[in-house]
């Protein structure tokens, strides 16, 4: 029994660090030479744009994180990832920023047909 439980501790972790590096966007070392996370751009329904650096992440934070679907124009620039929920944590839906240029995501709700559109300036 104690084996299975440090490789549930083991792939928890692994799990957590991931996830700390796909929700924060990157990280980089400090100054004292260790790792920091940085954290995700979060845009509310309100902002139509936003300026980040290549490996950041953008986050929209919507209502009904499920109800949304995504599209990019041009699609090459982030990889999309979309809203919902997954071992009972809701999750916004995001973007991460693959490469520099302009880019335009659009958010479209499922539910209620609303439409956002955001301009993101990745460089």
Same mark, same amino acid.
Not at 3 to 28: D, F, I, P, R
Not at 43 to 66: C, H, I, K, Y
């Given at each position: ?5 440090? !490789?549930?501790?083991?792939l928890l972790s692994a799990a957590l660090?991931?996830?700390? #590096? $796909? ?5 980089? *070392?400090?100054?004292?030479? &260790?790792?920091?996370?940085?954290? /995700?751009?979060? !845009? *509310? ?5 936003? *300026? +980040?650096? +290549?490996?950041?992440? +953008? ?5 009904? /994180? ?7 124009? /041009?699609?090459?620039?982030?990889? !999309?990832?979309?809203? %919902?929920?997954?071992? %009972? ?5 995001? #973007?991460? #920023?693959? $490469?520099?240029? &302009? ?6 709700? %499922? ?13």
């Amino acid at each position: 029994m104690r084996g299975s439980t440090s !490789l549930q501790l083991l792939l928890l972790s692994a799990a957590l660090v991931g996830g700390a #590096a $796909a929700c924060g966007g990157g990280a980089s *070392e400090s100054p004292s030479g &260790s790792t920091q996370v940085i954290g /995700p751009v979060i !845009l *509310e329904p309100t902002q139509a744009s936003a *300026e +980040v650096t +290549v490996g950041r992440t +953008v986050v929209f934070n919507v209502e009904d /994180p499920g109800a949304w679907t995504m599209a990019a124009d /041009p699609a090459d620039l982030v990889e !999309l990832t979309p809203g %919902g929920e997954l071992d %009972g944590a809701t999750f916004n839906p995001g #973007a991460a #920023a693959l $490469a520099a240029g &302009s880019v335009t995501i659009t958010l479209t709700n %499922g539910t209620s047909g609303e439409v956002l559109t955001f301009t993101i300036t990745i460089k």
